[in-house]
């Protein structure tokens, strides 16, 4: 008994003291997804008309963008972490629209120049490490994160976002 006590002990003691050393070095290292997520899309050849928090609290920011020869608009919300934001914009939409305005929005998301109807977990994994790495050796970073997007009217807005290298950060 004894014996196992001792090899438990030798386990632990090191995880004990590492666990507080993580993360006090975690928090004096931190570098964080958010990193400019306060920065506004710009896209050529579209206007934003309107932008808004669509949940009360978190980081999230959907912005509406217009054509200036078609009617219809996009809404945008660049997702960094995870497939959550994909499930704001419907709710969001959902709750805000009408049932027949809500059956002609077209909804997806355009990631690396592709539009999918949902998330792709694996490549968006890979993108995040990449990004991560890209983060920890302070080299720019100039991939798009993924967009999540709920289209009105028929401009076929989305398609020319995923077509066309048209999207930069305000800076």
């Known amino acids: ?16 003291i590492a666990a507080p050393a993580s993360r006090v070095y ?3 290292h931190y570098i964080s997804e958010e990193v400019g997520l306060n920065k506004q899309l710009v896209i050529q050849g579209l206007n934003q008309i309107n932008a ?14 217009s054509p200036q020869y078609c009617d219809g608009s996009i809404l945008l919300l660049p997702v960094y972490r995870n497939a959550e934001g994909t499930h704001i914009l419907k709710h969001f939409v959902d709750n805000n629209a009408s049932s ?14 592709e539009i999918f109807t949902q998330l792709p977990q694996w490549r968006f994994t890979l993108f995040q ?5 890209q983060q920890v050796l302070q080299l720019p970073q100039n991939d798009l994160p993924a967009l999540v997007y709920a289209e009105k009217g028929e401009c076929d807005i989305a398609n020319y976002l995923a077509n066309n290298s048209v999207i930069t950060f305000s800076k």
């Open 52 to 65: 808004f928090n669509p949940t009360n609290a978190g980081p999230y920011q959907v912005q509406e963008f």
């Open 100 to 113: 027949l305005e809500a059956l002609k929005l077209k909804q997806g998301i355009i990631f690396q120049r």
């Open 129 to 133: 490490a990449k990004h991560k790495l």
């Open 26 to 28: 975690k928090n004096n």
């Open 1 to 16: 008994m004894n014996k196992h006590l001792l090899w438990l002990s030798l386990i632990l003691i090191p995880a004990i």
